[in-house]
């Protein structure tokens, strides 16, 4: 019997940013294992064209809720999505909801923020931290609240090399980071902004700091718990290997070297890749909000969800097995085959940029225009290149995360639950684990039919040929253009040719004699 799962039973459990990449394994994890909670209630925000209902409907029929349906039929009914907006006064959320919220619930677990590293200074602060701020407050007036657990992020301290189970706190207090975004206009934000995030990379990382400071100042009485992870990706076990919905982090540079628009990536192949699977994440998560809410530990503490410590592996490695398993398993109609490689600084960089991405999206976008279609891919490979310069910082960098408090919570967990609740990453192939992450890519994410694949293989052939075809003729050229410019070349040229024509005649010549 699991410990875990049977404390679960019962309960009205609150989670924000369920609609997201953890928020939904969190949920479908808890509806699989513990079929008897009371209910789940989701703050969700309509969004693109859907109405809360629809939004709920369609995560609930997708491929990730499958065995959901077969342990837990009447799913439908143990959810309650409620409209709110994390991002509005006590969330926008209605009296009578609002009054539900703080009667019936029992755990909160707090994974909605902004996970994007350029968002504008007050709009990460809104949510990251004011949002943060604000649910607190409710969590204080909930009479049955047994467990807050705020997800943070392992780089909210990427500052510093070696980080601690511990909070460590920036140099201006939140409350007045808060009060400032609400007099300072958009311009002078700007421009504090590099001032503020000091030495961090970006807005994020420096919101989800502030984001724990608030979470230890608002504590009070409250039973709270803070959780780190690292990068998080594909599910590793459950429900199944490699599910991933959306292209962040690793995804995204998955997806564009399989399409064969990323070509070369700046990164220390050596640094360690600290990658996390989404179920480990949330199998932690589950086991935190048991261990806070049972023993009720004396003070706030805080787990780093990370692998580099226990299993390490880095980005050579998995760069490797990512392109070895496209040669497996390619995508359907990429732009070229899928080849990447690293460089190491700023020139080589900038040149295989030019060579490798720009020159050919110019040259896909000249062929567009001439057969009367638009033009696409320089702007796409622009993109690309930004976000690569926004992942440039974690991929040149390694980090050592102590996991004091995570091991100790592995070693209070009875068997079952370390089964049931599997968090200990040293379990983890990761071979294995990149070639089920790169499957799921294909088959989750961008939805492709495994079928398709030896269409797909032909196409890379194809590619292969007019790469042949195309450098052939590149060389030709320059070369025709060399001789008619350079006495030099033009005696190497004749050089070559009769030593060729020489070699074919005493070829020849010998072949006749032994005849
Ligand atoms: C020696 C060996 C040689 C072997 C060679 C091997 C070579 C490599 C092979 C390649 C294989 C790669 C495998 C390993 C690669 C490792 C790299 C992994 C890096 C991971 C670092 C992550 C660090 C995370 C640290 C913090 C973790 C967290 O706590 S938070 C979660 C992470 N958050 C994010 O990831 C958000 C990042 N995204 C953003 O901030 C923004 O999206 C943006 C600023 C990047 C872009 O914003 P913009 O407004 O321009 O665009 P947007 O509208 O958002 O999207 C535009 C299009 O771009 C696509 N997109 C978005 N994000 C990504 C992404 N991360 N990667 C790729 N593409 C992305 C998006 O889908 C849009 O596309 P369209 O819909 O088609 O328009
Ligand atoms: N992914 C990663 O690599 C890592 C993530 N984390 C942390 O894990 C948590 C979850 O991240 P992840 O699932 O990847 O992020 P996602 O971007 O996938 O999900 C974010 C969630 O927050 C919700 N949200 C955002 N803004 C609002 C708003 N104004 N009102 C209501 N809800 C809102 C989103 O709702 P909607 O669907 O409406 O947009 C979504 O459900 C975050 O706290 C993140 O910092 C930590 C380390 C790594």
């Not at 504090?192 to 724990?212: F, Q, S, V």
Request: with cysteine; charged share 20%; glycine share 4%.
């Amino acid at each position: 019997m699991s410990m875990i799962a049977d404390f679960y039973g019962g309960k009205s459990i609150l989670i924000t940013g369920a609609t997201g990449f953890l928020g939904k394994v969190l949920m479908e994890k808890l509806f699989r294992t513990s079929p008897d909670l009371r209910v789940i209630y989701i703050l969700v925000r309509p969004k693109a064209g859907q109405t809360l209902q629809q939004r709920v409907f369609q995560i609930l029929n997708s491929k990730l809720f499958e065995k959901v349906k077969e342990v837990c039929p009447n799913v439908h009914e143990k959810i309650r999505a409620i409209s709110a907006d994390l991002n509005q006064n006590d969330f926008a959320i209605s009296m009578q909801d609002m009054q539900e919220l703080l009667s019936y619930t029992d755990i909160i677990f707090h994974c909605a923020a902004t996970v994007r590293f350029d968002d504008h200074l007050r709009h990460a602060v809104q949510l990251n931290v004011t949002a943060t701020q604000q649910l607190l407050l409710m969590a204080s007036q909930m009479p049955n609240l047994k467990a807050f657990i705020h997800i943070s992020t392992a780089f909210s301290n990427c500052n510093l090399k070696h980080i601690d189970e511990v909070i460590y706190p920036c140099p201006v207090e939140p409350k007045k980071i808060i009060d400032s975004m609400e007099w300072l206009d958009d311009a002078i934000i700007d421009e504090i902004t590099p001032k503020l995030i000091g030495d961090r990379p970006n807005t994020y990382t420096y919101t989800k700091a502030l984001g724990e400071m608030v979470v230890q100042q608002e504590s009070g009485k409250l039973n709270l718990a803070i959780i780190r992870p690292s990068i998080v990706g594909a599910t590793w076990q459950e429900p199944f290997p490699g599910w991933v919905d959306n292209v962040n982090g690793p995804t995204g540079l998955i997806v564009a070297a399989g399409k064969g628009f990323l070509r070369s990536i700046r990164a220390t192949p050596m640094a360690v890749a600290d990658l996390i699977p989404a179920d480990i994440v949330v199998n932690l998560t589950l086991a935190v909000g048991w261990y806070t809410a049972v023993h009720r530990p004396k003070s706030t503490l805080i787990y780093h969800c990370t692998s580099g410590n226990l299993n390490p592996c880095n980005w050579g490695k998995m760069g490797i097995q990512v392109l070895a398993t496209f040669e497996k398993i390619p995508l359907e109609r990429a732009f070229r085959r899928p080849k990447a490689d690293f460089t190491t600084n700023n020139v080589t960089t900038q040149y295989w940029n030019a060579v490798s991405h720009r020159a050919p999206a110019i040259i896909y976008d000249f062929y567009l225009r001439l057969t009367g279609r638009k033009p696409r891919m320089t702007k796409l490979m622009n993109r690309l290149l930004r976000t690569l310069s926004m992942l440039e910082y974690f991929i040149n960098r390694s980090w050592e995360w102590s996991t004091y408090n995570t091991e100790m919570l592995m070693s209070k967990l009875s068997p079952e639950d370390q089964r049931v609740f599997n968090f200990d990453v040293r379990q983890l192939n990761w071979l294995e684990y990149i070639e089920n992450y790169v499957l799921g890519v294909k088959k989750y994410l961008l939805k492709e039919d495994m079928a398709g694949i030896p269409e797909a293989k032909q196409h890379l052939k194809r590619l292969r040929n007019i790469h042949y075809l195309f450098n052939t003729a590149l060389f030709l050229i320059a070369w025709r253009l060399l001789i008619a410019r350079s006495q030099v070349a033009r005696n190497v040229w004749f050089f070559i040719v009769s030593f060729c024509y020489k070699f074919l005649s005493y070829f020849r010549a010998s072949s006749t004699l032994k005849v």
